[in-house]
T-cell receptor, first 115, second 112 residues
Framework: DAGITQSPRHKVTETGTPVTLRCHQTENHRYMYWYRQDPGHGLRLIHYSYGVKDTDKGEVSDGYSVSRSKTEDFLLTLESATSSQTSVYFC??????????????FGPGTRLLVL | GQQLNQSPQSMFIQEGEDVSMNCTSSSIFNTWLWYKQEPGEGPVLLIALYKAGELTSNGRLTAQFGITRKDSFLNISASIPSDVGIYFCAGRRIQGAQKLVFGQGTRLTINP
């Protein structure tokens, strides 16, 4: 298994509060991604990073920001959580040396409930 | 945004039966991937396909990259209880690009 951890694994918060989710990798992969998973929508890309301090938006980026100050950490922040952001959040990594297919490996997920 | 149409959305089968699911798009893809997700875990890659017409197996799983490059198929032969889970297709439109597009998933339930 790829060395990816996410923290926290579960969180309950109130509408309007800031929330930060952390993804940590020990694989030294270049690329990191944040997805959200909701019933009927599969996995949708929120933001991704192609290097330290290099990030770009995905298809559902509104209401989210990210930061990557070190290769191993990719943070996802909800500045002011809303109930529509209740979801399961997955981090993924790719960019292993010699992997022509740039396979994405997923973390265990963070279940977020916004009340 | 771009989405892949995956079908069926759910399947209820008897142990030992074969399973088929597919993924289609209106756009051409250069890479097709199939993932499996079990409850409480992240998706795990099963099979990756890189060329039109490619047929690749992983144990009892076989996947094909459609000739038109707009679809892909996953078959599971002689299903067993541990095959239960949600299967996702994913595609990469541009060779070398990092972003993937995912299907909505097929939930597989097996009756012993």
């Amino acid at each position: 298994d790829a060395g990816i951890t996410q923290s926290p694994r579960h969180k309950v918060t109130e509408t309007g509060t800031p929330v930060t989710l952390r993804c940590h990798q020990t694989e030294n992969h270049r690329y990191m991604y944040w997805y959200r998973q909701d019933p009927g929508h599969g996995l949708r890309l929120i933001h991704y990073s192609y290097g330290v301090k290099d990030t770009d938006k995905g298809e559902v980026s509104d209401g989210y920001s990210v930061s990557r100050s070190k290769t191993e950490d990719f943070l996802l922040t909800l500045e002011s959580a809303t109930s529509s952001q209740t979801s399961v959040y997955f981090c993924a990594i790719s960019g292993a040396s010699g992997d022509k297919g740039q396979t994405q490996y997923f973390g265990p997920g963070t279940r977020l409930l916004v009340l | 945004g771009q989405q892949l149409n995956q079908s069926p959305q759910s399947m209820f089968i008897q142990e030992g039966e074969d399973v088929s699911m597919n993924c289609t798009s209106s756009s051409i893809f250069n890479t097709w991937l199939w993932y499996k997700q079990e409850p409480g875990e992240g998706p795990v890659l099963l099979i990756a396909l890189y060329k039109a017409g490619e047929l690749t197996s992983n144990g009892r799983l076989t996947a094909q990259f459609g000739i038109t490059r707009k679809d892909s198929f996953l078959n599971i032969s002689a299903s067993i209880p541990s095959d239960v889970g949600i299967y996702f297709c994913a595609g990469r439109r541009i060779q070398g690009a990092q972003k993937l597009v995912f299907g909505q998933g097929t939930r597989l339930t097996i009756n012993p």
